[in-house]
């Protein structure tokens, strides 16, 4: 996976900590979030806490700040933030890092935002010119398209906005079903919590792999989802309905996959015959229990392939199947070859991605 890294020039070293140990060199990177009315507090938080832990169990890599255009700003949750530092007194470098937080998209599309941007809008393009890496959470992006940020830019965002900013902003080129999206300095991210994902990226880019393990372990974030990871997944699909016996067959089946049940246990325990609880299921998600089992299974089978080392002898029992050879016959006819060469495949494709370019040296601990 490609991913931008830091550029220092050695005469401004001084002006930032730092040690040495051979051609190592420890830089201090600034992250300045820039809050804005009707922020969410989520794709604020969630991304903060991910480099706040990168400081407490590594060294401190990353300054943290919080700015806005105004001293004050209501979020779209109601707390209030105080004393922020005016964006235009931010001494910021190249290889530092502006996250713009998503902010409540009804807000936005009626104009209430509307008198931030040309009050930023400079400031912004002057970061951006000397090197300055810009980020956006979630509906983030859409502030990034106001400022004429996009245009000709790989991003991403949430689903919800994907058919407005493609009307809005054309010139931009949205990527659909992606978490997050890395493209010549402007990092973007999709809903909520895909903030998180993208900034373990980061520390795992910046500093080390390891440090990004140790901080998913303390943040409890039991897999970390690739940046190809789509938006939607199965464990929220053919939840478009409001029937609550067919929901808590779905939660139980979604909870319990290294458990062997079959569909007869599974209506046991809602008290329901399984010819009835077939029959309502299908009615309300127009697949079958076994399917939707299925699916579930081939997902998190991926998640495990792909972000863990596990044998596929322990993912098949993780994934509920009695024997191996269950499961590699399952993935073969979802997938078209075994859960083998899946792995194998993925892991080469990810290291023949192109290198970053030579200018660029990386942080190592």
């Known amino acids: 996976m490609f991913l931008p890294q830091i550029t220092r020039e050695l005469p401004e070293l001084q002006k930032m900590s730092y040690y040495a140990n051979k051609k190592s060199i420890f830089v201090m990177i600034k992250i300045a979030f820039i809050l804005f009315p009707k922020t969410h507090l989520l794709d604020f938080a969630g991304p903060a806490q991910v480099f706040y832990e990168a400081n407490q169990l590594g060294k401190s890599h990353f300054q943290l700040c919080y700015a806005s255009v105004t001293d004050t700003i209501a979020t779209a949750q109601t707390p209030v933030f105080h004393q922020l530092q005016p964006i235009d007194t931010l001494q910021l470098q190249a290889g530092d890092l502006i996250?713009?937080?998503?902010?409540?998209?009804?807000?936005?599309?009626?104009?209430?935002?509307?008198?931030?941007?040309?009050?930023?809008?400079?400031?912004?393009?002057?970061?951006?010119?000397?090197?300055?890496?810009?980020?956006?959470?979630?509906?983030?992006?859409?502030?990034?398209?106001?400022?004429?940020?996009?245009?000709?830019?790989?991003?991403?965002?949430?689903?919800?906005?994907?058919?407005?900013?493609?009307?809005?902003?054309?010139?931009?080129?949205?990527?659909?079903?992606?978490?997050?999206?890395?493209?010549?300095?402007?990092?973007?991210?999709?809903?909520?919590?895909?903030?998180?994902?993208?900034?373990?990226?980061?520390?795992?880019?910046?500093?080390?792999?390891?440090?990004?393990?140790?901080?998913?372990?303390?943040?409890?974030?039991?897999?970390?989802?690739?940046?190809t990871q789509e938006q939607k997944n199965v464990f929220l699909d053919f939840k478009n309905h409001f029937n609550a016996d067919v929901y808590k067959a779905q939660e139980l089946l979604a909870n319990r996959l290294h458990t062997r049940f079959t569909i007869e246990d599974l209506a046991r325990e809602l008290n329901l015959s399984s010819r009835h609880l077939a029959r309502l299921y299908k009615k309300h998600t127009g697949q079958t229990l076994q399917a939707y089992r299925d699916k579930l299974r081939v997902d998190y089978g991926e998640q495990l392939l792909l972000n863990s080392e596990r044998s596929i002898k322990e993912i098949a029992i993780a994934c509920g199947f009695e024997n191996t050879r269950q499961f590699i016959r399952l993935w073969k006819r979802e997938k078209g070859c075994t859960p083998g060469q899946f792995r194998t495949e993925k892991t080469h494709t990810a290291s023949a991605k192109p290198a970053p370019e030579a200018h660029v040296a990386k942080i190592r601990q």
């Open 99 to 227: 996250c713009l937080p998503g902010i409540d998209f009804k807000s936005f599309q009626q104009g209430e935002l509307d008198s931030i941007f040309p009050q930023c809008k400079a400031w912004m393009w002057r970061q951006r010119e000397k090197g300055v890496f810009i980020s956006s959470i979630c509906t983030g992006a859409l502030m990034l398209g106001r400022l004429g940020l996009l245009d000709h830019i790989q991003y991403t965002t949430h689903w919800k906005c994907v058919d407005y900013v493609k009307q809005q902003f054309p010139k931009g080129r949205l990527i659909e079903n992606r978490l997050y999206c890395f493209d010549r300095g402007i990092f973007t991210s999709a809903g909520m919590t895909s903030g998180i994902d993208m900034a373990l990226a980061l520390v795992e880019q910046w500093v080390s792999p390891l440090l990004a393990a140790k901080i998913a372990q303390e943040m409890v974030i039991n897999i970390r989802r690739a940046e």
